[in-house]
């Protein structure tokens, strides 16, 4: 390619892609800790039950 001078290069990211792919993976990890959440406190309520 051509080099020109005082041209601006552009970034290959998707920034709007990228963003929907951060609020994916964060809500994956929110769903994924209420799993370990819900699962500790059954998990807790069965020890409380044998007591």
Known sequence: GDLLGGS???SNV???QEFT???VAQRGFQ???KVITTSD???QDLVDLKR
Request: proline fraction near 0%; charged fraction near 15%.
């Open 8 to 10: 601006i290069e552009m």
């Open 14 to 16: 998707d920034l709007a």
């Open 21 to 23: 792919n951060l609020i």
């Open 31 to 33: 769903a994924n800790s």
């Open 41 to 43: 406190q059954m998990l």
